[in-house]
C-alpha cells in the first residue's frame, strides 16, 4: 500500500499562508504564490513586505494550507496542514534559481513572473519543512514527516475527543 502524502492535497492550491515572526517576536499573518519542487517550497516575494523583512531577522516560518469554507463540509474540521519551516534566501546567481522560476512560470504564466523577476526588490524564499501536522476531518489528524516531510503518518497519543 502507498503511502499518504501531503501532495495530491497541496496541489490545487496556488497561494499558502505564511506565519514569520516579527523583530520583537510576535506572530504576523500574510501569505504568497507559491511553487513546490523538488520536495521544497518556493515563494517570490517583495523586500517591501513584512513577511519578507521578518524572514531576513528571523528564519523561522510557517505554511498552512486550508481548505475553502465555502467547499467545507463542517466548518469545525476543514482539512488542513500546517508546516513548520526554516526558510533561506536563493540568490539569483544559484543553479536551483532558474528551475524554480521556470516552475513559476508555468504556474502562474510567463507574462507575469517576468514582469515581477524585473524588480530587483523581488527575492526568492526556499522554505524548508521541518515539522508539521494535517488534519482531515474529526479523528483523521496526522503528523507531516518522512524523509521528505511529505508523508502523512497517524498521529500517536493524546486520548482523542471524549
Do not use: W
Not at 513546490?36 to 519578507?52: L, P, T, V
Not at 488542513?80 to 513559476?104: K, N, T, Y
Amino acid at each position: 500500500m502507498a503511502e499518504k502524502t501531503i501532495l495530491p492535497f497541496i496541489a490545487p492550491f496556488k497561494s499558502v499562508v505564511i506565519g514569520t515572526l516579527d523583530s520583537e517576536g510576535r506572530p504576523f499573518s500574510s501569505y504568497a504564490p507559491f511553487v513546490h519542487y523538488d520536495h521544497r517550497f518556493y515563494i517570490f516575494i517583495s523586500d517591501i513586505a513584512s513577511h519578507a523583512k521578518n524572514l531576513k531577522k528571523d528564519n523561522r516560518a510557517s505554511l498552512f494550507f486550508i481548505e475553502d469554507e465555502t467547499r467545507s463540509a463542517n466548518i469545525f474540521a476543514r482539512k488542513r496542514i500546517s508546516l513548520q519551516c526554516d526558510a533561506a534566501a536563493v540568490p539569483r546567481e544559484e543553479d536551483r534559481f532558474a528551475p524554480v522560476m521556470a516552475g513559476f512560470d508555468e504556474k502562474f504564466g510567463e507574462e507575469m513572473v517576468s514582469m515581477l523577476m524585473k524588480m530587483k526588490d523581488f527575492n526568492l524564499y526556499e522554505l524548508t519543512a521541518v515539522a508539521g501536522e494535517a488534519t482531515f476531518g474529526f479523528g483523521e489528524a496526522y503528523v507531516v514527516g518522512g524523509e521528505n516531510m511529505e508523508c502523512l503518518l497517524p498521529r500517536m497519543g493524546g486520548s482523542g475527543h471524549k
